[in-house]
């Protein structure tokens, strides 16, 4: 069966620092993965997403970046944090270009202060 | 363009009541449609979801909702409220392929004893 694995699970960080989360999907190959935030009271924001190898969409302008360095990893990354990147950043994948749902990861948890 | 619209940020029921959450959806094509739950801390689960098949559709939990394309909802519905009903719940909605989910903001459900 497919697993998805997402961490750290919590990250306290200052202001100005790097980031790097991690997230790597098991039992399924050339999966579509994905990273969303989610701010208090906002929702998800799909940050970037990812339908191959050293292929990223990034969907809003920001301070983040991603990459996939592996057919089944995907790294979000940032040079210098800022206070309103703090948020639940959750990881996800689904089998390639079939529609369908996703599958979520457990959420890494960034405060910035 | 598609979208989602939950109405109500915050559901407050009781005990053994019945629970309605809400969604619209905006698409220019048949869309999928998807319900999530989010416990605290925790990634998303998959509730249910519709894929142009019965427009009744039942999930895990005992929730089920109902596809009405003339009004464009796909709202959730459970009879009975648990305490462990209380919990975030997001609609998302799906066109084909590699486009990725776009969900709604999320109703945040509360049930009082």
């Not at chain 1, 940050?47 to 996939?68: H, T, W």
């Not at chain 1, 990354?77 to 990861?105: H, I, M, N, Q, R």
């Not at chain 2, 005992?62 to 003339?70: D, I, L, P, R, T």
Request: proline share 5%; charged share 15%; with cysteine.
């Amino acid at each position: 069966s497919q697993t998805i694995h997402q961490w750290p699970a919590t990250l306290v960080q200052p202001v100005g620092s790097p980031l790097s989360l991690e997230c790597t999907v098991e039992g399924t190959s050339n999966p579509n993965l994905y990273w969303y935030r989610q701010a208090a009271g906002r929702g998800l924001q799909l940050l970037f997403y990812s339908v191959g190898i050293g292929q990223i969409s990034s969907e809003v302008p920001q301070n983040l970046s991603a990459s996939r360095p592996q057919d089944r990893q995907f790294i979000l990354s940032s040079k210098k944090l800022l206070l309103s990147d703090s948020g639940f950043y959750l990881c996800a994948w689904k089998p390639g270009a079939v529609t369908g749902e996703l599958f979520f990861g457990e959420g890494s948890r960034l405060t910035v202060l | 363009a598609q979208s989602v619209t939950q109405l109500g940020s915050h559901v407050s029921v009781s005990e053994g009541a019945l629970v309605l959450l809400r969604c619209n959806y905006s698409s220019s094509v048949p869309p999928y449609l998807f319900w999530y739950v989010q416990y605290p801390n925790q990634g998303l689960q998959l509730l249910l979801k519709y894929t142009s098949a019965a427009t009744l559709v039942k999930g895990i939990n005992g929730f089920e909702a109902e596809f009405k394309k003339s009004e464009t909802s796909f709202h959730l519905t459970k009879p009975s409220a648990h305490m462990s009903d209380a919990a975030e719940y997001f609609c998302a909605v799906s066109l084909t392929g590699n486009t990725p989910l776009v969900f709604g903001k999320g109703t945040r459900l509360s049930v009082i004893a």
